[in-house]
């Protein structure tokens, strides 16, 4: 039963950790395969790799082009791989607690923000490995992924059913999680014809506009705390990734890089806002 003193019950922990550690070891192999060969010469090449935004060193000639800013993704697929588990738990939950909130009482929305994570992970870290145009597409496809599901949780929690002519009520998620699958592979598709900053800013907004709203709500109660490490973190994510832009950050050959620290700092502003959600308690 899902508890909000203990969100994560340690079946879970097992599970998520035992995945992971068969992707690093999956990435670990093909790492130290391929660290001296380029994988990627026969793709078309990103106007990145020529011209680098950040300040990593670029190896060409390796399967990891930039290296600290392809293994950073990993947080991301680590956040998936607990919200797919999460939602596979809560659904495992029968009889769920009346005072469980939205997103825990509807576990299909867990796996579609998990699987946006897992998504994001993998798009950002082909295109930092291989620096390529399509992986560039893909990256950029992949970044809306989790906040669109984040706006689906909310849009759920406002109009949870739809009642046509006096019929049954219809649950909205399933219709929500396909509009998020369909929005995001057009985003795919017309990602060169759209400006990635201001829809990914507009996004944002967005989340934290229904955040907001949420919270003013005298219906249900949500632990703020969470909210607050979410905008923190993202505040944090954008100061190190300007900074990096602007060369200001570590030198070109360390681990320690402004834009991992953007991954890291967005990871865990999603994951702040996901936990946010499930701490939902109906008054």
Request: proline content about 5%; aromatic content about 12%.
């Amino acid at each position: 039963m899902f508890c909000h003193d203990n969100p994560v019950p340690a079946r879970v922990h097992r599970q998520v950790w035992a995945v992971f550690a068969g992707v690093l070891v999956l990435l670990g192999t093909v790492y130290s395969l391929y660290r001296d060969h380029d994988i990627w010469s026969a793709w078309r090449p990103a106007s990145e790799l020529r011209h680098p935004a950040y300040g990593e060193t670029i190896h060409e000639h390796s399967v990891f082009r930039t290296r600290a800013n392809t293994w950073s993704n990993l947080p991301y697929v680590l956040l998936g791989l607990y919200a797919i588990a999460l939602g596979l738990d809560d659904n495992r939950e029968r009889k769920r607690s009346a005072r469980a909130g939205f997103l825990v009482q509807t576990p299909g929305l867990s796996l579609l923000f998990g699987a946006g994570c897992c998504y994001l992970g993998l798009g950002s870290g082909i295109f930092h490995a291989s620096l390529t145009r399509w992986g560039q597409q893909l990256d950029v496809a992949a970044m809306f992924a989790p906040l669109l599901g984040l706006i689906a949780i909310n849009l759920g929690r406002w109009f949870p059913v739809l009642r046509i002519n006096g019929r049954p009520a219809i649950p909205t998620w399933p219709l929500l999680a396909g509009l998020v699958v369909v929005a995001d592979g057009l985003l795919y598709r017309f990602k060169w014809s759209i400006s990635a900053a201001n829809l990914l800013t507009a996004l944002i907004l967005a989340v934290a506009a229904g955040a907001a709203l949420d919270w003013r709500q005298r219906r249900t109660r949500f632990t703020r705390s969470w909210l607050m490490a979410a905008a923190l973190a993202l505040v944090l994510a954008v100061i190190c990734r300007q900074s990096d832009v602007r060369r200001h950050f570590t030198g070109p050959e360390a681990w320690l890089q402004g834009h991992a620290l953007w991954h890291a700092f967005t990871c865990l502003s999603l994951a702040s806002m996901y936990l946010y959600h499930r701490s939902e308690n109906p008054t």
